[in-house]
């Protein structure tokens, strides 16, 4: 007898229990909910914030959206919604929200253009109801930053010894970006190694270096950066040839000559002032073990006061030829020559 009426108080419990899940389950299916979502967005994108409410008959009187970001830490609402005066800006007016909802069917989705960094956050979309209250929820808005990739040669030159070739970056990434080398048939002949560093906002830039001995054997081998990660729509590939370099030797012909009218920058032969005293030929030569070329180049520089006065002259022989061919007589063109060009050959 004890034995069934603690089976009766079981069998009764359970259909309790039963009931209330059914009745939570039919609450959390065909009862009031808020729809919202977490959206991810690439910077300089749209990110649409979507957020509604279904399931109920209460009144709509207001709808309010928040945000706490990266440049607002402190939660504060930016944007309210009502039936007769539609959005408003609250704090500061942004337009690149704009309110792409609708208000009788109690959607508050908003729209975000332009989207940047400053942007990431938590955005919480609050729907004031008649007479149930508030109802809220939020929306996390994660910004991913693609990287600004490059590679840097680092000009190396013929040696022995182990020398770095070059750099590859992917520069201010979100989240990392991961950077290796394809090196293809050059095989243990290089190597590499990858640094990362991460800033206050989250972004890192992403260093692979390529290094090697910069023998002959290897100059023209092509070999590829290759990006890849979260942060870009889909991996990307930087070529690049290693070109092993020579070092040089410039001798210039003269130069004890010119000590104070030229200046040697490297290859470079700068010309500090321009007068006759620098003209001439110019040779240069790059040499190294391997042999050397020779380059010449001649430079002339001309008086500009010379060049006046021999235009000049040459203007008035053509005007006296024409003089003189006008003339009937010699004797006046000789006497009209020597009146004009005695004063000028005087002073010369």
Request: proline share 4%.
């Amino acid at each position: 007898t004890d034995y069934l009426k603690s089976l009766s108080v079981i069998v009764k419990l359970v259909f309790y229990l039963m009931q209330i899940c059914f009745f939570l389950c039919f609450m959390l299916f065909t009862g009031l909910q808020v729809i919202g979502g977490s959206v991810t967005v690439v910077q300089g994108g749209t990110a649409i914030l979507p957020c509604q409410i279904i399931h109920t008959d209460d009144d709509l009187t207001q709808i309010t959206w928040q945000r706490t970001t990266r440049e607002k830490p402190q939660n504060d609402n930016f944007i309210t919604v009502q039936p007769r005066e539609g959005p408003r800006f609250v704090n500061g007016h942004d337009d690149r929200f704009k309110y792409i909802g609708n208000f009788n069917n109690k959607n508050a989705t908003l729209q975000l253009s332009s989207v940047a960094l400053k942007d990431e956050g938590s955005y919480t979309c609050i729907f004031t109801l008649f007479p149930s209250g508030n109802q809220k929820t939020e929306i996390p808005l994660i910004v991913i930053v693609p990287p600004f990739t490059h590679i840097k040669d680092n000009l190396p030159t013929l040696g022995t010894e182990e020398v770095l070739f070059a750099t590859c970056t992917a520069a201010g990434s979100k989240p990392t970006a991961e950077v290796r080398w394809l090196t293809g048939a050059l095989g243990d002949k290089v190597r590499t190694t990858t640094n990362s560093i991460k800033y206050d906002n989250d972004t890192t830039t992403t260093v692979s270096s390529l290094f090697g001995v910069p023998m002959r054997e290897i100059n023209g081998h092509q070999v590829q950066c290759v990006i890849s990660g979260d942060s870009l729509i889909k991996e990307e590939t930087l070529p690049f040839t290693i070109q092993i370099y020579c070092e040089y030797q410039l001798l210039i012909s003269g130069e004890s000559l010119l000590q104070s009218a030229v200046r040697v920058e490297g290859a470079k032969l700068q010309l500090l002032s321009l007068n006759s005293d620098l003209n001439g030929l110019y040779q240069c030569e790059a040499s190294n073990a391997y042999g050397s070329k020779h380059g010449r180049l001649y430079v002339l520089h001309h008086n500009v006061w010379c060049f006046r006065v021999c235009w000049f002259v040459f203007i008035f022989v053509l005007f006296c030829e024409l003089v003189i061919r006008r003339c009937a007589s010699q004797r006046t063109a000789t006497a009209y020559v020597y009146f004009v060009f005695s004063p000028i050959f005087t002073s010369l």
